[in-house]
């Protein structure tokens, strides 16, 4: 599975767009890009993925690069309730075995 | 739809011991995954379940193992309790063709003294 990279932690201001960026620059042709978050003391949280087309759906969006070598996460306005650490991983979207592998993440505070 | 529950939510047993951890998926998801998360590993994947039979596995020791039984639920044991066994324990459920796509429960936090 390709590795991703992510910032270690960003703020974004309440009400405001986040963008969470992802580089995946080994990311093969049939690898998906997957976004899940954790907020304290939950488990992670299913947020959006995609392949080549960007994608929204209630919670976000997601923008992926012509060349899929990165991707970025949009919370379109920010609340307290987003901060969490955010994970961006590729993996084969499989029928069948998990093939999920957690990173360290991105930590978003979002201040009021 | 119930999400996945877990149980115990909390748990502490002493070095040495065993522990068995239960997980009930959401309805109609047959595949079950363990993570154990720790502030030093971070959430690591520990094996998936899919109708009663493991097909995924992580790297722990043998001291680490599960089940599925016939209804889709699964139970983690931990042999031989070690310090460092201390963690969050979760469990996760998908359905059959959109494995990537899981739900987590609360996790069971068990300390080990």
């Known amino acids: 599975d390709a590795k991703t990279t992510q910032p270690t932690s960003m703020d974004c201001a309440e009400g405001r767009a986040a963008n969470l960026p992802c580089n995946h620059s080994?990311?093969?042709?049939?690898?998906?890009v997957y976004w899940y978050r954790q907020i304290h003391s939950q488990g992670p949280q299913y947020i959006i993925h995609?392949?080549?087309n960007n994608e929204t759906n209630e919670m976000a969006s997601l923008i992926i690069t012509e060349d899929r070598k990165s991707s970025t996460l949009i919370l379109p306005h920010a609340t307290l309730r987003d901060t969490a650490v955010y994970y961006c991983?590729?993996?084969?979207?499989?029928?069948?075995?998990?093939?999920?592998?957690f990173g360290t993440g991105t930590r978003l505070t979002v201040i009021p | 739809k119930a999400g996945v529950t877990q149980t115990p939510r909390y748990l502490i047993k002493t070095r040495g011991q065993q522990v068995t951890l239960s997980c009930s998926p959401i309805?109609?998801?047959?595949?079950v995954s363990w993570y154990q998360q720790t502030p030093g590993q971070g959430l690591q994947f520990l094996f998936e379940y899919f109708s009663e039979t493991q097909r995924n596995k992580g790297n722990f020791p043998g001291r680490f193992s599960g089940r599925q039984f016939s209804n889709s639920r699964s139970e983690m044991n931990v042999s031989t309790l070690e310090l460092g066994d201390s963690a969050l324990y979760l469990c996760?459920?998908?359905?059959?063709?959109?494995?990537?796509?899981?739900?987590f429960g609360p996790g069971t936090r068990l300390t080990v003294t």
């Open positions: 996760a459920s998908s359905l059959w063709d959109r494995a990537n796509e899981q739900y």
């Open positions: 995609g392949l080549k």
């Open positions: 309805s109609g998801h047959r595949s």
């Open positions: 991983i590729v993996s084969l979207r499989q029928t069948g075995a998990n093939n999920l592998f």
């Open positions: 080994t990311i093969s042709g049939n690898e998906y």
